[in-house]
């Protein structure tokens, strides 16, 4: 029997129930809970840690902990956290601060979670739109309620006349019977629209407008005038952080303290977690997947793999073309993953002091810093990066971890998190380094206007363009959800219609990626969900 070496130094045998590939969070999450349900499980990431874009680095040492790429957790399930036990292996969330919109002319705009208060931070700027505002976000929530539980569904096979497809789309349309013909008009409007149409009809200030546009355009090839956008906020309006829909909060160690409780779990019920081992191919014969190949020769026997990587990795480059069909392979290699996104990871020797708030309050150092001064802003800078340059003026979304966690910074500094939009998507494939360095410099001078010295209070500084991203994470496109959040790629579509319910046409092989439905986000939901296919069609298989 053919035995290898597992990362903790014991030997295995090559037979697995289970083959996952890819050891990000989904991926971690599907092995948990396999061998919880008693499967032998072993997970192959190709990195020498496991985590996906959900990882914290030391790339200025060991007293400094940064988050790579991801940086804020909301849409974990808390059914999720409790099922895998992730609180008992460390997992710990600080919540989040509100939102804190510093502007160049000294004013600012804050988001306090208190009514009363955020009615006067608004009123600063509209008395219109602070009498608006809640009555807009409470249309948002109740939107989120209808549309949230079907982030968590499996989705039915639109289309399909075969009874047991026709049964669960009935099942889905008996989900939204208590949907009105407003509502389901809202419904029709949000997922179509753009965020400027959503946005412009409530709210005439600048600073409001720029503030909640930034949610429908974050991590996305998309500036707030294109349609779809409104989905992506209320995508993001739907997290859940103890019981607070909306919440969001920063994970102990960074978003490696997820991924590392989630490894945690895994091994804890059973599972194998191998860093280092990048497949070469997924084996299949006669239309039936039998294991993986691994880049350094080892070979790995299972009659399920569930491959969480980018789609354009899992069904062009590790399976050979024939064994797809030709309209599947067609959508795949349609499938978009564009982005313009640029991380900077920054520490600095003390906190930013900002000239429309010069004293240190938690609830905006520890909340999200967002450079965006109008929605005009943003669609400028994104049509400057459509035309094929870094956008002048780039938004930011800017968190500051360490205010919470000072387990990730020595006393007295801090580490600052820059999640910026936008340089051309060409740069994935063709990187332009001198101009990448230029626009980090734009971005942190942004800073500085706002926060003046901050400049010189930074220590270190790494800035991770989308090059780097498809490179060292291979996050496709430097794509952070593995493919667009737009309406032709989301649901049943995510990421081929007819297969978004987490098969492939190959029989044995899963998809559980952030580009299938659920994902885009840490979420954990296609991890979770593809677990009952595996098992369902393993007593299917054995009782066949």
Same mark, same amino acid.
């Given at each position: 029997?053919?035995?290898?070496?597992?990362?903790?130094?014991? $030997?295995?045998?090559?037979?697995?129930?289970?083959?996952?590939?890819?050891?990000?969070?989904?991926?971690?999450?599907?092995?948990?809970?396999?061998?919880?349900?008693?499967?032998? !499980?072993?997970?192959?990431?190709?990195?020498?840690?496991?985590?996906?874009?959900?990882?914290?680095?030391?790339?200025?040492?060991?007293?400094?902990?940064?988050?790579? #790429?991801?940086?804020?957790?909301?849409?974990?399930?808390?059914?999720?956290?409790?099922?895998?036990?992730?609180?008992?292996?460390?997992?710990?969330?600080?919540?989040?601060?509100?939102?804190?919109?510093?502007?160049?002319?000294?004013?600012?705009?804050?988001?306090?979670?208190?009514?009363?208060?955020?009615?006067?931070?608004?009123?600063?700027?509209?008395?219109?739109?602070?009498?608006?505002? =809640? =009555?807009?976000?409470?249309?948002? /929530?109740?939107?989120?309620?209808?549309?949230?539980? #079907?982030?968590?569904?499996?989705?039915?096979?639109?289309?399909?006349?075969?009874?047991?497809?026709?049964?669960?789309?009935?099942?889905?349309?008996?989900?939204?019977?208590?949907?009105?013909?407003?509502?389901?008009?809202?419904?029709?409007?949000?997922?179509?629209?753009?965020?400027? =149409?959503?946005?412009?009809?409530?709210?005439?200030?600048?600073?409001?407008?720029? #503030?909640?546009?930034?949610?429908?355009?974050?991590?996305?090839?998309?500036?707030?005038?294109?349609?779809?956008?409104?989905?992506?906020?209320? %995508? %993001?309006?739907?997290?859940? #952080? =103890?019981?607070?829909?909306? /919440?969001?909060?920063?994970?102990?160690?960074?978003?490696?303290?997820?991924?590392?409780?989630? *490894?945690?779990?895994?091994?804890?019920?059973?599972?194998?977690?191998?860093?280092?081992?990048?497949?070469?191919?997924?084996?299949?014969?006669?239309?039936?997947?039998?294991?993986?190949?691994?880049?350094?020769?080892?070979?790995?026997?299972?009659?399920?793999?569930?491959?969480?990587?980018?789609?354009?990795?899992?069904?062009?480059?590790?399976?050979?073309?024939?064994?797809?069909?030709?309209?599947?392979?067609?959508?795949?290699?349609?499938?978009?993953?564009?982005?313009?996104?640029?991380?900077?990871?920054?520490?600095?020797?003390?906190?930013?002091?900002?000239?429309?708030?010069?004293?240190?309050?938690?609830?905006?150092?520890?909340?999200?810093? !967002?450079?965006?001064?109008?929605?005009?802003?943003?669609?400028?800078?994104?049509?400057?990066?459509? /035309?094929?340059?870094?956008?002048?003026?780039?938004?930011?979304?800017?968190?500051?971890?360490?205010?919470?966690?000072?387990?990730?910074?020595?006393?007295?500094?801090?580490?600052?998190?820059?999640?910026?939009?936008?340089? &051309?998507?060409?740069?994935?494939?063709?990187?332009?380094?001198?101009?990448?360095?230029?626009? /980090?410099?734009?971005?942190?001078?942004?800073?500085?206007?706002?926060?003046?010295?901050?400049?010189?209070?930074?220590?270190?500084?790494?800035?991770?363009?989308?090059?780097?991203?498809?490179?060292?994470?291979?996050?496709?496109?430097?794509?952070?959800?593995?493919?667009?959040?737009?309406?032709?790629?989301?649901? %049943?579509?995510?990421? $081929? *219609?007819?297969? *978004?319910?987490?098969?492939? &046409?190959?029989?044995?092989?899963?998809?559980?990626?952030?580009?299938?439905?659920?994902?885009?986000?840490?979420?954990?939901? &296609?991890?979770?969900?593809?677990?009952?296919?595996?098992?369902?069609?393993?007593?299917?298989?054995?009782?066949?």
């Amino acid at each position: 029997m053919l035995e290898l070496m597992s990362t903790d130094g014991t $030997v295995m045998d090559g037979n697995f129930d289970v083959i996952v590939v890819g050891g990000g969070h989904n991926g971690l999450v599907a092995a948990a809970y396999l061998a919880k349900a008693g499967l032998k !499980v072993c997970v192959c990431e190709a990195r020498e840690v496991v985590g996906g874009a959900a990882v914290s680095e030391h790339p200025f040492g060991p007293a400094y902990t940064v988050t790579s #790429l991801s940086y804020v957790v909301s849409l974990l399930p808390p059914a999720l956290i409790a099922d895998l036990n992730l609180t008992e292996h460390g997992y710990h969330v600080y919540a989040q601060g509100p939102y804190f919109a510093p502007r160049a002319d000294g004013r600012y705009l804050s988001m306090p979670s208190d009514p009363a208060e955020r009615f006067e931070q608004i009123s600063k700027f509209s008395q219109r739109d602070a009498e608006t505002y =809640d =009555d807009w976000d409470a249309r948002m /929530a109740r939107l989120g309620d209808i549309l949230g539980p #079907l982030l968590e569904r499996i989705p039915p096979k639109i289309g399909s006349k075969r009874p047991g497809d026709l049964l669960k789309q009935a099942g889905l349309i008996a989900g939204l019977r208590d949907v009105d013909v407003r509502t389901a008009g809202e419904i029709t409007r949000l997922l179509t629209s753009s965020m400027a =149409d959503v946005i412009e009809d409530d709210f005439e200030s600048d600073a409001l407008r720029g #503030l909640l546009s930034v949610s429908g355009c974050i991590g996305t090839w998309a500036g707030p005038r294109s349609a779809g956008t409104a989905y992506v906020m209320l %995508h %993001h309006h739907v997290g859940d #952080l =103890d019981g607070t829909a909306g /919440a969001w909060g920063f994970p102990r160690g960074g978003m490696g303290g997820v991924t590392q409780a989630l *490894a945690r779990s895994a091994r804890a019920f059973g599972a194998k977690i191998r860093t280092l081992a990048d497949v070469a191919r997924i084996n299949v014969k006669d239309g039936r997947v039998t294991g993986v190949s691994l880049e350094n020769g080892d070979e790995l026997r299972a009659p399920s793999v569930i491959t969480t990587v980018h789609p354009s990795i899992s069904f062009l480059k590790l399976i050979e073309a024939t064994e797809l069909p030709t309209d599947f392979l067609t959508d795949v290699k349609r499938w978009k993953s564009r982005s313009g996104t640029v991380k900077i990871n920054l520490v600095v020797d003390r906190l930013p002091s900002f000239t429309a708030h010069p004293q240190f309050d938690p609830q905006i150092h520890g909340g999200t810093i !967002v450079l965006a001064e109008s929605l005009d802003d943003l669609e400028n800078a994104y049509q400057e990066a459509v /035309a094929g340059r870094a956008a002048r003026v780039p938004f930011a979304d800017v968190c500051i971890p360490s205010v919470f966690d000072d387990t990730l910074a020595p006393p007295g500094e801090h580490v600052v998190s820059m999640f910026t939009q936008w340089v &051309p998507h060409t740069w994935a494939d063709e990187p332009d380094a001198e101009e990448l360095s230029s626009y /980090a410099a734009r971005v942190i001078a942004r800073m500085d206007a706002v926060a003046p010295g901050f400049t010189d209070s930074i220590q270190h500084q790494q800035v991770i363009g989308p090059h780097e991203m498809q490179r060292d994470y291979r996050l496709t496109g430097g794509n952070i959800f593995h493919g667009e959040l737009t309406p032709g790629q989301m649901f %049943h579509t995510r990421p $081929v *219609a007819g297969y *978004a319910d987490l098969r492939t &046409p190959i029989a044995g092989l899963y998809q559980a990626g952030s580009s299938t439905h659920g994902g885009g986000g840490v979420t954990g939901i &296609p991890g979770r969900n593809v677990v009952s296919r595996v098992l369902s069609d393993r007593r299917w298989w054995r009782k066949g």
